[in-house]
């Protein structure tokens, strides 16, 4: 998993993923439409974003930090943050740590791949972190 440590979760923003669809898995899995310029965190999430594009860019003002997410060869993007209750619940997760921290993860996640026998398959994904 890639989890980017963050100045405050709350401060931070994920660009790129403004009217791209996604499979929220809280609570049952529903699909919907993210809207928003910036993908902000105020509550548990645990987002598919399906075919997105190859970059995103993650904005931590509270850091000075934009970490830039490429990938090839993987079509979606996991977004996911435990925040309160999950954090308290998962054993080698301290109770506090949501607050600093976002996983953005690249997959292949919505259609998986059936590699056959010698037939070769790849994929990358590659960070940038620049300090403002």
Request: include cysteine.
């Amino acid at each position: 998993h890639t989890y980017f440590r963050l100045g405050a979760i709350e401060k931070a923003q994920l660009l790129g993923l403004q009217g791209l669809p996604f499979v929220d898995t809280l609570p049952n899995g529903r699909a919907a439409t993210d809207a928003r310029a910036a993908l902000t965190v105020d509550g548990e999430v645990d987002r598919v974003y399906r075919n997105a594009p190859d970059r995103l860019e993650l904005n931590d003002s509270d850091r000075a930090l934009k970490v830039s997410i490429e990938k090839n060869g993987l079509p979606d993007f996991v977004v996911w943050n435990p925040w309160i209750d999950k954090a308290k619940r998962i054993e080698d997760f301290d109770d506090e740590e949501y607050r600093d921290m976002l996983c953005v993860e690249t997959g292949q996640i919505a259609s998986p791949i059936r590699l056959e026998p010698s037939r070769p398959w790849s994929c990358g994904t590659g960070f940038q972190i620049v300090r403002r």
